[in-house]
């Protein structure tokens, strides 16, 4: 059975980093893409970031853009979400998620990724 967990969430001010770690079992993340994705309620998910399955190219929300990075170990199974320069608006609750494709412009398209975390909670003061 497939497994992602998402870790690192958290209470952080306006400003602030935090690291969100995304870790597999019961599957081999090398060969799908991963992204993270965001949601508040009322919302639907909102595209974050994606790299492919060789971490040799990467798109990022424009919202994110220049303040996120995604990363990737395939070794370990894993992935992470560096975000810096936080933003009240950049509270929600994050999840990772994977996708058997090689890259696509559908990459930000959340219907098209296959296995789900159960998201961590991420939320910026003012």
């Known amino acids: 059975q497939v497994h992602l967990v998402e870790s690192g969430g958290g209470l952080v001010q306006a400003g602030g980093s935090l690291t969100l770690s995304c870790s597999a079992s019961?599957?081999?993340?090398?060969?799908?893409?991963m992204a993270w994705f965001r949601q508040t309620p009322g919302k639907e998910r909102e595209f974050v970031a994606a790299?492919?399955?060789?971490?040799?190219?990467?798109r990022y929300g424009d919202s994110v853009q220049g303040r996120f990075t995604i990363t990737r170990d395939n070794v370990k199974n894993s992935g992470s979400l560096q975000m810096t320069i936080l933003k009240p608006e950049d509270t929600a609750v994050y999840y990772c998620?994977?996708?058997?494709?090689?890259?696509?412009?559908?990459?930000?398209?959340?219907?098209?990724?296959?296995?789900w975390g159960q998201g961590t909670q991420v939320t910026v003061s003012t």
């Open positions: 019961g599957i081999s993340i090398s060969t799908y893409a």
């Open positions: 998620a994977l996708a058997d494709t090689a890259w696509t412009n559908s990459i930000t398209l959340a219907h098209i990724y296959d296995f």
């Open positions: 790299i492919v399955r060789g971490g040799s190219l990467k």
